[in-house]
């Protein structure tokens, strides 16, 4: 059965920090990717997808995610985080042959000011 | 870009009553719509698939008579927890799904929190 995995349940970085987030998923069809992010209080929005071409994404807000098709995986990346990126941020993949969208368990990340 | 509406945003109710939560997208339209459950510190789980004009696609495990789903327009989506139980209490998300192709996207609601005494 298809399944997305993030590694980390909480990050805890202070801010200027990188930042990189884990997402491993199994399917071996072709996929879509995502990268979804709810900050408190507020509802998921979209961070960033990829659906084909260049497997090195960039998102809103600085954040990027590279597809490494032959790891099966979806790191989300930051260079330097702020406050502000905290939040509880999702990878869900979906994928051909009817293959729904499934979300990983979700990365709480908290930064310090 | 794509607003998604839910109302209400949390409703509190007796055990064994129904409640109805609904789903619309604001600035466009959408034939299909999904609605999510998630539970404190988990994931969101897929319930079902909400189709304009047609049945809903129940995901296993979930009980098609005990969450009503209509999708009545192209904007317009509606869930039904019929008889609640405090079982059924959880935070219930809906998405509008656009379609570009194979460019699949969804658009998320707010949520509707549901508290069944």
């Known amino acids: 059965a298809q399944s997305v995995s993030q590694h980390n349940h909480h990050v805890i970085l202070s801010e200027a920090a990188s930042l990189e987030l884990g997402c491993n998923y199994s399917?071996?069809?072709?996929?879509?990717l995502f990268w979804y992010v709810q900050y408190p209080g507020q509802h998921l929005q979209l961070l960033l997808k990829?659906?084909?071409?260049?497997?090195l994404v960039k998102g809103i807000k600085g954040f990027e995610a590279e597809f490494i098709k032959s790891k099966f995986s979806f790191n989300l990346r930051k260079p330097s985080v702020q406050w502000s990126d905290t939040a509880e941020y999702f990878c869900a993949v979906n994928g051909d042959g009817g293959f729904k969208t499934i979300f990983g368990a979700g990365t709480r990340l908290f930064v310090k000011a | 870009g794509a607003v998604v509406s839910q109302h209400p945003s949390w409703v509190i109710c007796k055990s064994g009553t129904s409640v109805k939560i609904e789903c619309r997208s604001l600035?466009?339209?959408?034939?299909?719509m999904f609605w999510y459950r998630q539970f404190p510190k988990q994931s969101l789980m897929l319930m079902a698939t909400?189709?304009?004009?047609?049945?809903?696609?129940?995901e296993q495990g979930v009980e098609k008579d005990k969450f009503l789903i209509n999708h009545a327009s192209l904007t317009l989506s509606t869930l039904t927890v019929t008889s609640a139980h405090p079982e059924d209490s959880s935070f219930y998300i809906c998405?509008?799904?656009?379609?570009?192709?194979?460019?699949?996207?969804?658009?998320f609601g707010p949520g509707t929190r549901l508290l069944v005494l």
């Open positions: 399917y071996g069809g072709t996929v879509n």
């Open positions: 990829y659906f084909s071409g260049d497997p």
């Open positions: 909400s189709n304009e004009g047609s049945k809903a696609t129940y």
């Open positions: 600035d466009f339209q959408a034939t299909t």
């Open positions: 998405s509008a799904h656009v379609d570009f192709g194979r460019e699949e996207t969804q658009y």
